[in-house]
């Protein structure tokens, strides 16, 4: 095991500063910290995650604005790889799960299958080997209702040697589907 309830916190911390955009009351972060025990807890092997999961429930600042009682008290469930030591997604206050980093590489691989967009074999197996490093979730995406997540795919750039061109593939969460598609160049591209 490569983590623990401490360094779980540290790296929600980490993941709310840079992709959140909910608004966490510092009591909410503080009494989580407090009762780190009860909070953070490990499984193995759960939510299509191989290895030790951690999972850590942090309560959403609307929730002590509205004084909701504690079984009306909506949280947050940030889902850690001890393997790959950061958030892999987070469970839906609802209780709706959120996708996988897979399950977005397979709705982009779909996309392009449809739209006929042809990216070497290759280059679609590198992209599977680094999930981690290419797809990334948001609360909120220019022109995206709800939460997004991106996937990149890195590929030769055909104009120029020795040099990349990245695909941005911008899926909406909420109907799984690619709303979005950029081309290296940070344009917008349509099919």
Known sequence: MNLNENKVFNIVISYIRKHNKRVYHPKTLTETLRC??????FFENIYGIEGI???LEVIYFD???KNLSVNEV??????????????????????????????????????MNKHKIKHEPEILLETLSHLDERV??????????????????????????????TTTYVIQEKTKTVEILIDGNGFRMYH
Not at 136 to 142: L, M, N
Not at 154 to 163: G, H, Q, R, T, V
């Open 74 to 111: 909506v949280m947050d469930t940030f889902v850690i790889s001890d393997k790959n030591q950061q958030v892999e997604f987070i469970v839906d206050p609802t209780g709706i799960n959120r996708l996988t980093k897979k399950e977005v590489y397979n709705i982009a691989v779909c996309y």
């Open 36 to 41: 780190l025990d009860e909070r953070a807890t």
């Open 63 to 65: 929730s002590l604005e």
């Open 136 to 165: 990334i979730f948001y609360e909120g995406f220019f022109n995206i209702e709800g939460n997004a997540w991106i996937l990149e795919v890195i590929s030769p750039n055909p104009f120029a040697k020795n040099e990349n061109a």
């Open 53 to 55: 999961v951690w999972i």
